[in-house]
């Protein structure tokens, strides 16, 4: 059973960066296509971005474009966000799992930007 674990959230002001982290145990990760989902509050989670085993990435929130970049460290199971500029309505829980959502959710990290 594959584990996630994210961290890096915190609180921030407008226009700062956060460097989100998620480490995922069993070897899933290193087949599959990762991405990082956000959920704010009172809505629905959404697909952020994507990024495959072999570097490639996707971007599927217009908002976060410029601003948000995946990337992963296939040697430490590792897959990372950096958002830059952040704004109040990047406050959410961010979550990672696989493309298609097939590993177990793990319990996200919170993100607030507020001032």
């Known amino acids: 059973q594959v584990q996630l674990v994210e961290s890096g959230g915190g609180l921030v002001q407008p226009g700062g960066s956060l460097r989100l982290s998620c480490a995922a145990s069993?070897?899933?990760?290193?087949?599959?296509?990762m991405a990082w989902y956000r959920q704010p509050p009172g809505k629905q989670r959404e697909l952020v971005e994507h990024?495959?085993?072999?570097?490639?990435?996707?971007n599927y929130a217009d908002s976060v474009k410029g601003r948000f970049t995946i990337s992963r460290d296939s040697a430490k199971n590792t897959v990372f966000l950096q958002m830059n500029n952040l704004k109040p309505e990047d406050t959410a829980v961010y979550y990672c799992?696989?493309?298609?959502?097939?590993?177990?959710w793990g319990q996200g990290t919170q993100v607030t930007v507020s001032s």
């Open positions: 990024i495959t085993t072999s570097g490639r990435f996707r």
């Open positions: 799992n696989t493309i298609s959502g097939s590993a177990q």
């Open positions: 069993g070897t899933i990760f290193s087949i599959n296509t």
